[in-house]
């Protein structure tokens, strides 16, 4: 379950909170946006301040009217606020909350030394105030020297526990990028996930405000694949998705996104193509699935072949991202009553 990395647990006074709420509630007004948590979330970030990304896009948007709607919303949240999973970003609180109580420690201890070198330094000076003596002044070398190499083991320690902490956060920080990544990631295929597929296609209809340029969606789904788990087994049936998902890969380019939806059914995101173009990407990428073969490992023998239906949709300006993958399952769906191993592109009922 993902989290918002950037709700710091700042203390915000009960007036301020409220004083940030009301600006909130006047800038989801403002833009004419649907009351729901996630406007609610990122209107009040934006308008708390705290959040320098947040701040900078909106602000740019605003600045260059580009038109704020429910999709761009939910694109500054993915991008901007959704964080890392939630135990994974547990433990790495409670890491850095380890890690901040040692520096506090630290610097504690070293304002003492100071203090301490400090006292030592007045006790010197006043003694030597005092016309000393001979026997006097080796006192008041010796509490220098003591002093002095005092405050260098302290002033060492401290070294050796800041660089000690810049290596802890910096592991942390790999881990963190790691978390992230795997949250997105589906383990079997290596491919987007439908999470980081959402967030694809928020980023690409934000990039697509100005040039209205947006993009295509493609759903796959692989015929009878219940057949082929039932009939060679479901090592076999991961066999065949993993193929499926290398396939992929490599038909895409650039921005692109492949993603396996759920189960046997895979999408791949066309920024800046057409329905044309998305077309012949979606037939070639049939016709090679049907050529697959799917073999034993021992003596490459075949075992059995599959094919693919594929739904084709673009989206349209200013419709909601629901109803843009309903477009797309639509045409999939009439892809599979139409004979299966077949493209089909979303056309709307006038």
Known sequence: MPLIRTMQKNS???KSSKEILKHAIRFIGQH?????????????EYCRGDHALLRQAIDQAIASKQPINNEVMQCWFDTLLLGYDLKELSESQLELNKIASQLA???TQAEENVIQFDNSLNECKSGLSEAPNISSLLSIVSLLLNSTTSMQIAME?????????????ASLQDRLAMATIEAITDPLTGLTNRKGLSSAISEALLSAQQSQNYPCLLILDIDFFKKINDSFGHLLGDKALIILADTLKKQIKGKDTAARYGGEEFAILLVETDLQNAWK?????????????????HDHQEIF????????ARYQADQ??????????????????TGRNRVTIFEAKL
């Open 32 to 44: 004419n946006l649907t009351a729901v948590p996630i406007n609610y979330t990122v209107s009040y």
């Open 305 to 312: 072949r599959m094919t693919i239906s594929i739904g084709i």
């Open 12 to 14: 915000v006074s009960i």
């Open 320 to 337: 909601s991202i629901n109803d843009f993958i309903d477009h797309e399952d639509s045409a999939l769906y009439q892809s599979k009553n």
């Open 105 to 107: 420690l630290t610097t």
């Open 281 to 297: 990407v979606a037939e070639n990428i049939r016709r090679i699935v049907e050529n697959l073969k799917i073999t034993r490992i």
């Open 157 to 169: 320690q401290m070294k050796q526990q800041l660089t000690a902490s810049k290596q802890e956060i």
